[in-house]
């Protein structure tokens, strides 16, 4: 780095060397953000770039490339087709804080002379968001977990004195209906029906809560498969109400079978559930590359509620008009989430929804 033979390592500026191959092009290369070196075939410093110089310095940066082995590596550059060399390393800056520098030496020769071209950058700011992202995660992991523990706890002692009220209230009904008159017997009949309603929502808020927690290692799922075993297990309640599935040709992915089987289940109870009195329910399955449609002829509703339904305990109606716990949706979108995709609802109105699976995760080809 600062001897050879006895006499200082000297460099030569890119505005000098043959980087570009004209003076307009050599100039625009010295000022780039970036530290461009001209490297020999034996991985020594030829010429670099005014942000080298800012990066590490002229005196200096030979022996940065030599501790983070860029330099033994750069002499290793010798297959038919090599793949980049990338190195990292930390730089103590004169006056300043130390960085955290990347280079990457290009694979290919610059000229016949065997020289390469490296290019460096300080990821000093990249490093810290990464440290600060990791740590966010396992934050966020570490509270999952214990709003996980949490919510079980909760359930639990939230269902016994349930279970007291279902209990004394069945008592009360069996000993004392006869005697109530008919605003009692209105009012036992409310009483028990609310607290078994509370009792299914602790229940579903608790799988909801365990859908991350819980999760199993992704495996190959042929998601058609895993559709028609959802049908198969509904097929008594479809033809109770004269309803019927139809499942297309849906793609393998890499989940989690039984939270893919839940959310097909939950899809298909959604629409059998909201179908419409005019006409027979038709549910359709069908796949457009990643997409996958779950689209039913029931009732639909407003677009303005698209995203209102996925959220918890989220009703567009009145308990009266439909059963239920208000969370199946909500679960259906945890699960796509748990798998790092995306669930949607595209509905109109008396004309039924099409909920549309996109099994790519976003920034994935």
């Known amino acids: 780095m600062f001897e050879r033979q006895g006499r200082m390592k000297t460099h030569v500026d ?42 590490i ?24 087709h090599p793949a980049p060399v990338t190195r990292e390393g930390s730089h103590e800056r004169a006056g300043g804080p130390s960085a955290l520098l990347r280079v990457v030496v290009s694979a290919e020769r610059l000229d016949d002379s065997g020289r390469f071209v490296a290019v460096i ?143 097909f289940d939950n899809l298909f109870s959604n629409a059998i559930k909201y179908r419409s009195a005019h006409r027979a329910l038709h549910v359709t399955v069908r796949a457009e590359g990643t997409t996958v449609e779950v689209a039913d002829n029931g009732i639909g509703f407003d677009p303005e509620y698209a995203e209102r339904v996925f959220a918890p305990f989220a009703r567009l109606h009145a308990h009266s008009d439909y059963e239920g716990t208000g969370i199946g949706l909500a679960i259906c979108r945890r699960i796509a989430e748990v798998h790092g995709w995306t669930l949607t609802a595209h509905p109109t109105p008396d004309e039924g929804t099409q909920f549309r699976l996109e099994t790519t995760p976003p920034g994935h080809p």
């Open 14 to 55: 890119l505005t000098k060397a043959t980087i570009v191959g004209n003076e307009f092009g050599n100039a625009i290369v010295d000022r780039l953000p970036v530290g461009i070196l001209l490297l020999s075939p034996g991985g020594e410093v030829v010429a670099l770039n005014r942000s080298a110089k800012r990066l």
């Open 57 to 80: 310095g002229p005196e200096a940066v030979d022996g940065w490339l030599r501790d983070v082995g860029a330099a033994d590596a750069v002499a290793a550059l010798s297959a038919e």
């Open 121 to 263: 950058e300080d990821i000093t700011e990249e490093n810290r968001r990464r440290v600060m992202m990791t740590r966010e995660a396992d934050e966020l992991r570490r509270s999952n977990l214990e709003l996980e523990s949490f919510a079980a706890l909760a359930a639990h002692d939230l269902q016994e004195p349930l279970r007291k009220i279902h209990a004394f209230g069945d008592l009360l009904s069996a000993d004392c209906g006869d005697r109530l008159d008919e605003r009692g017997r209105l009012l036992l009949d409310r009483l028990l029906g609310a607290s078994r309603r509370m009792s299914r929502r602790i229940e579903a808020l608790l799988a909801y809560a365990r859908l991350h927690g819980d999760a199993a290692p992704p495996v190959r799922v042929d998601l058609t498969t895993v559709a028609e075993a959802a049908r198969s297990r509904l097929r008594q309640r479809l033809e109770e109400v004269g309803g019927t599935v139809d499942v297309g040709q849906l793609p393998v992915v890499a989940g989690i079978p039984t939270k893919l089987e839940q959310l």
